[in-house]
């Protein structure tokens, strides 16, 4: 199988040298080819450039984009997008002045849908993943990582993975998988927290590697939930498992999560809305990667994670949905740029990169994904016809993807 796609008003996100992501004054750069062609056979990108220098290529398919941006997939590294059921009383609750704490301690959250998801068969909890799965391709997402979490058994931690699996098997877009058993203590733990600690090192880890379930080990690190001592425990016992480490920090307190990260090298870093300059001290020079999650704090009414201080210190930033059902019911990338644009004062450029180059890095895949570059994996958005790439984020509202490709075939 051979493409071409010809008379693209704008070939954006092309690096002739691969990069594994972009940093500070790097971010505000996007490379450019203005009435472009790229030449696609079977899942890799072959060959690009002016439409000047397309010649005598002959190929199965070819899509004229006149008008049209083409672009990489977006790189959507923070998900939950496997669970069961919603938290739609929850929203009700909130809009009627509860905080997210306040619903947590009523047996709500991350409780609430570990005790629905319990209650799922696996194929039931599958047949309803895949239905957002399907939703968020048609979006432009080609990558994907997903947690578990919701499970907070050893046996439904362990259906939750064996999900993604099945997902991994039967969808075409990029899909790691991320074991975070540590994301509450379930209710019948709560007065033996180390205990659960211990059923997460001693009968989860193993279970996870022996079936080879998980890419990434995750820990919501933060008051009331997992403490520096915990999160450190955790994850060094995953370290010895072979799996990555990454963690949730920082959403609601700074107090040292971020250092911790980085002393374990952990891939990213992912919330951020409370960050202070230990923190930002921390991140420099290391290779862990911030991300920030601007539609959760969209849905809970929280602090923007301060883009403009990360960038502006000589960092990176990534952007991600955290798709879930009680903070971010929405597996929009689109979205998630505009309101880093809108809210965090992110330029388009920024915003973009964050969302492909750097969001492939903090899944650990910016080789071979999230940006235009030969012998890279042909996942690829045909936009509808826009003015510029500027549109994208300004257009908050409309959905302007024409076509999605994924492994170089035409998905939508």
Known sequence: MSLLIIN???????????????????????PTIENAFLYIENDKIVDYGNMENCKNIKVSKTIDASGKIVMPTWCDSHTHIVYAGNREQEFVDRIKGLSYTEIANRGGGILNSAKTLQNTSEDDLYQQSIQRIKNVIKLGTGALEIKSGYGLTVESELKMLRVIKR????????????????????????????????????????????????????VFCEKGYFSLDDTDAILTAGKQYGLILKIHVNQFNAFGGVALGVKHNALSVDHLEELNQDDIDALKGSDTMPVALPSCSYFLSIPYTP??????????????????????????????VSTACIKMKMTPEEAINAATINGAYAMGISNEYGSITKGKIANLIITKPVPSYNYLPYSFGENNIETVIINGEVIT
């Open 8 to 30: 693209i008003k704008s070939l954006i996100q092309v690096r002739n040298q691969n990069v594994l992501k972009v940093s500070g004054e790097e971010m505000k750069h996007l």
């Open 167 to 218: 997902i991994k098997e039967h969808y075409p877009l990029k899909i790691k998988a991320t074991f975070l058993g540590a994301h509450a203590f379930p209710e019948s733990y709560l007065k033996d927290k180390q205990g659960y600690i211990d059923l997460i090192i001693n009968k989860m880890l193993p279970k996870i590697a022996n079936e080879n379930l998980a890419d990434f080990i995750d």
């Open 307 to 336: 883009a403009r201080q990360i960038i502006d210190s000589g960092l990176p930033l990534a952007l991600a949905t955290d798709y879930n059902p009680g903070s971010t019911p929405s597996g929009n990338m689109n979205f998630v």
